[in-house]
């Protein structure tokens, strides 16, 4: 019967409705998960001295922090997906390094320097 739901489905164009990702899914996908030290309206100079830098999840220090002076401590994480912020290759950024700036048209048939590769 669910086979027979499935096909009706996508005879009348219906999407399937996508499936939870798995365990090994989530832990792939987050492997480079990153916080950035939010100071809030009370904060103390070394929150302060921490904005914007992005730490692993992992590495992230806790809060409040160790020396906060604050009475109010009010900072909390902003979450990322990854570490790194932004293009970080020449070619994410449109500059091309080499001067070349189309695309790759050496053909892979022609390989190797030996009489027998070509």
């Known amino acids: 019967m669910n086979q027979v739901l499935k096909r009706a489905k996508f005879f009348f164009g219906g999407q399937e409705p ?3 990702p ?3 899914e989530k832990k792939a996908a987050m492997a480079f998960h990153a916080v950035v030290v939010k100071p809030g309206r009370h904060a103390c100079g070394a929150a302060r001295a921490l904005k ?3 730490f692993l999840s992992k590495e992230a220090p806790i809060l409040p922090l160790r020396n906060c002076d604050s009475d109010e401590c009010e ?3 902003e979450h990322h997906e990854d570490r790194r912020a932004g ?3 020449a070619r994410e950024l ?3 390094i080499d001067g070349h700036d189309g695309e790759e048209k050496r053909s892979r048939q022609k390989r190797g ?3 027998s590769d070509r």
């Open 18 to 20: 996508e499936r939870p």
């Open 22 to 24: 798995t365990a090994a």
């Open 52 to 54: 914007g830098r992005r």
């Open 75 to 77: 900072c909390h994480y």
């Open 87 to 89: 293009p970080r290759r």
């Open 94 to 96: 449109g500059v091309a």
């Open 113 to 115: 320097r030996r009489n």
